[in-house]
């Protein structure tokens, strides 16, 4: 029993120096397959408005290794420059759909450096790796070993801009449920906490990121003293690249520990639309949760209720969700953001952050309860339409039944929303 989903486990791995001269070998002529696929590509549009297929990029590559001064390219496994022009394919798929801008040219320069094997480009043998054009398994520090059943359909082998090498195998793979709850809970993204839950617990950074910060300070200033193109230039730049990696892995692991506990504590998660922080400027808030954080908490909250069969609830932008009172339902007229504490008309005393956190997740309650139909509360002022300040009366008038059903306030789901 269990789910079957895609996964993907990524491990950092030591090439010998032959895999690693193969491995840049491959990374320059997919970046060349690339460029001068697209560069093929963009000629036909904007001189012919003729669109080419991933099929006739393909025989143009083909074309290309028999040629005297194309022919290295043959030296390199084949798979690898076919997912180049498909990842090509994709690209322009996307902007033709108007879903993405013109597919940009790949830089040397580019921090990161990738590429994708499919199933024919690699050997799986007895949890041991080996690429095309490798004699020797590739040589992979493995975390947690792969699970049983764990298959790689797809590997992808990366260089990050600190030199660290790394694979990444796509696997299928089997997830058992999360055993059944009825709890749930709202999270704010904060001021002076990271994030506050509707249960009151606030979550801090972890406690090395301002010690990190500051080392990259320095690390930087050092940066831009050094002369361009000079080798002490080049071994700061390493320094700098080095600590922001340290920064985005320890993150990162604090992050997954965090949605897997949120995820499996919960059957319901209520969050708010990453667009409403981009409606507040302010440096302070800012700075206390980076947009790459909030983003990457939402993206591993999404797939991982996907996984045990929970449920996540994202609120409309606009819902004012630090200014209304979880207790009366008024909205606060002005609700500055140094605010830490406020005590509304009714006479309820609100931390501001948790009672954020509780409003959304009720928000997240009456959404379900309407049956999957958004409807977010929206201040009247943005938008001056009466049925949207209809909309607003409704989601209030739920906000208050929620409350006064008294299931919301420990966080428990009340029952005509499990039973539904
Ligand atoms: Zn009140």
Not at 332 to 341: K, T
Not at 372 to 399: C, D, F, H, I, Y
Request: aromatic fraction near 8%.
């Amino acid at each position: 029993m269990g789910r079957k989903v895609k996964r993907s486990f990524k491990h950092r791995f030591y090439p010998t120096r032959e895999q690693a001269a193969e491995l840049s070998r491959t990374f320059g002529c997919v970046r060349f397959v690339y460029n001068r696929a697209l560069e093929e590509r963009t000629r036909a549009w904007y001189g012919e408005q003729r669109r080419i297929s991933y099929a006739q990029s393909s025989a143009a590559l083909t074309g290309w290794k028999k040629t005297e001064e194309l022919a290295f390219l043959a030296e390199v496994s084949s798979v690898p420059l076919q997912q180049a022009l498909r990842h090509l394919q994709a690209a322009f798929a996307n902007f033709f759909a108007k879903r993405a801008r013109y597919p940009r040219f790949k830089s040397r320069k580019r921090t990161r450096q990738a590429v994708e094997y499919t199933r024919s480009g690699f050997a799986w043998r007895d949890g041991r790796l080996t690429l095309a054009k490798m004699a020797q398994p590739l040589d992979i520090r493995w975390l947690r070993p792969l699970p049983e059943s764990a298959e790689p359909s797809t590997v992808t082998v990366s260089r990050d801009s600190a030199g660290r090498w790394f694979v990444s195998l796509l696997c299928e793979d089997t997830v058992a449920p999360a055993p059944p709850t009825s709890s749930a809970v709202g999270i704010d993204a904060g001021i002076t906490s990271l994030l506050t839950l509707s249960t009151g617990e606030k979550i801090t950074n972890p406690h090395h990121e301002r010690r990190d910060r500051t080392r990259l300070a320095k690390a930087q200033r050092d940066l831009s003293r050094k002369t361009r193109g000079s080798g002490n230039r080049e071994k700061a730049r390493r320094r700098v690249a080095r600590i922001h990696a340290r920064i985005a892995d320890r993150r990162r692991d604090f992050l997954h520990k965090l949605t897997t506990r949120l995820v499996r504590e919960n059957q319901t998660v209520a969050i708010e639309d990453l667009a409403v922080r981009n409606l507040v400027k302010n440096h302070t808030l800012a700075r206390a949760v980076s947009d790459a954080s909030w983003a990457e908490l939402r993206m591993m909250l999404e797939y991982k209720c996907a996984w045990y069969g929970r449920c996540l609830v994202v609120i409309d932008r606009f819902f004012p969700s630090s200014k209304l009172c979880g207790v009366c339902g008024t909205v606060s007229a002005r609700l500055p953001l140094n605010v830490r504490e406020w005590i509304c008309d009714c006479g309820a005393v609100h931390d501001r952050d948790v009672n954020a956190a509780r409003n959304i997740l009720a928000a997240g309650l009456a959404v379900l309860a309407c049956g999957g139909g958004v409807r977010p509360q929206r201040e009247p002022s943005r938008t001056g339409r009466s049925s949207v300040k209809q909309e607003a009366r409704r989601a209030t008038a739920g906000l208050a039944r929620l409350r006064g059903g008294g299931g919301s306030q420990d966080g428990s789901l009340p029952d005509a929303i499990t039973a539904g």
